[in-house]
C-alpha cells in the first residue's frame, strides 16, 4: 500500500507541472505531461487488489488522457493563428501577385468569377481588372510589322505644297490624339492610385477582421478549458481525500489483524 501511495504522489507531480505548464500557455508541453500523467497513472492499475483504488486509478487516467487530446487540438489552433507575411522584397511581390492571379484563372484561361471570401484571392482579382489598359485614341508606337487601322500615316516628302499642308494636317491629328491618349494615361493612372489604395485598405480590414475572429474563438477555447481544468482541480482534490481515506482506513484494517 505504501508503495502505491508513493507512485500515486509521482503521478500528482506530473500533473503539477501540466497544469503549471497550462498557466503560461504552454499547451503543447502541457498536453505531453498530461499524457505521460495517464499512462503512469495506466501503470499502477492491478498492483493493488483494492477495488476503489484501480477504479479511481482509471478515472485518472481517462480523465488526462483526453485533456490532453483537448489541449494537442487547442495547441494546433494556436499554430494557425500564425500568418505569412507578405515579402518585402519588390520581386517576390510580383511573383505572389502573378501566382495569385494564375490560381484565379480557369483552364481555358478566363478569370473565374466567384463570391469567394479569401480577401488575398479577391484583391488579386480586383488588381487584375484594375490594371487592365484603357484603349487608346490611336496607335502611334506600333512595330513596323503590324498594321493598325487607327494608325495615321505621314509621308515626309516636302514636294509641294499640298503634301506639305497634308502632311501638317497629320501631324496637328497625330498631336490631338496624342493630347487624348495623354488624358487617358491621367485618368487611368489616377483611377489606379485610387482604386488601389482602396482595394489595399479593404484587404487590410478583412485580413484583421478574420485575424480578430481567430483570436475571439482561441480565447474562448482558453476559458473553457480553463474552466474545465479547476473543476478537474476540485475533481482531483476529492480523489486525493478519497485515497487519504482508503489509505487510513487499510492502516486500520491492518492494526485490527496485527492485534488479533
Excluded at 170 to 194: A, H, M, P, R, T
Excluded at 228 to 253: F, G, P, T, Y
Aim: aromatic share 6%; net charge positive; glycine share 4%.
Amino acid at each position: 500500500m505504501g508503495y502505491i501511495k508513493m507512485s500515486i504522489i509521482d503521478g500528482y507531480d506530473l500533473v503539477k507541472k501540466a497544469d503549471k505548464l497550462v498557466t503560461t500557455h504552454q499547451f503543447k508541453d502541457a498536453s505531453i505531461v498530461y499524457n505521460e500523467a495517464s499512462e503512469f497513472f495506466q501503470l499502477q492499475i492491478g498492483k493493488t487488489s483494492n477495488k476503489e483504488i484501480n477504479s479511481a486509478l482509471e478515472i485518472l487516467v481517462d480523465t488526462y488522457k483526453q485533456r490532453s487530446l483537448e489541449l494537442s487540438n487547442l495547441n494546433n489552433v494556436k499554430k494557425s493563428l500564425q500568418i505569412q507575411r507578405p515579402s518585402s522584397n519588390g520581386g517576390g511581390n510580383n511573383n505572389n501577385i502573378s501566382t495569385s492571379l494564375a490560381n484565379a484563372r480557369g483552364k481555358q484561361g478566363s478569370l473565374e468569377i466567384e463570391n469567394d471570401l479569401d480577401p488575398f484571392k479577391k484583391f488579386s482579382l480586383q488588381m487584375y481588372n484594375l490594371l487592365k489598359l484603357p484603349k487608346l485614341k490611336v496607335n502611334i508606337n506600333r512595330d513596323d510589322n503590324e498594321k493598325d487601322s487607327t494608325d495615321i500615316k505621314v509621308k515626309l516628302s516636302g514636294k509641294s505644297v499640298e503634301e506639305l499642308e497634308y502632311e501638317v494636317q497629320s501631324l496637328k491629328q497625330i498631336l490631338i490624339n496624342c493630347n487624348e491618349n495623354l488624358q487617358i494615361y491621367e485618368n487611368f493612372y489616377q483611377n489606379l492610385s485610387k482604386n488601389f489604395n482602396n482595394h489595399l485598405n479593404n484587404l487590410q480590414f478583412e485580413i484583421n477582421q478574420q485575424n480578430l475572429q481567430k483570436i475571439k474563438d482561441y480565447d474562448s477555447n482558453v476559458e473553457k478549458l480553463t474552466k474545465e481544468n479547476n473543476q478537474m482541480i476540485q475533481q482531483i482534490k476529492k480523489l486525493k481525500q478519497r485515497w487519504d481515506e482508503l489509505v487510513e482506513s487499510a492502516k486500520r484494517r491492518r492494526s485490527i489483524d496485527e492485534n488479533s
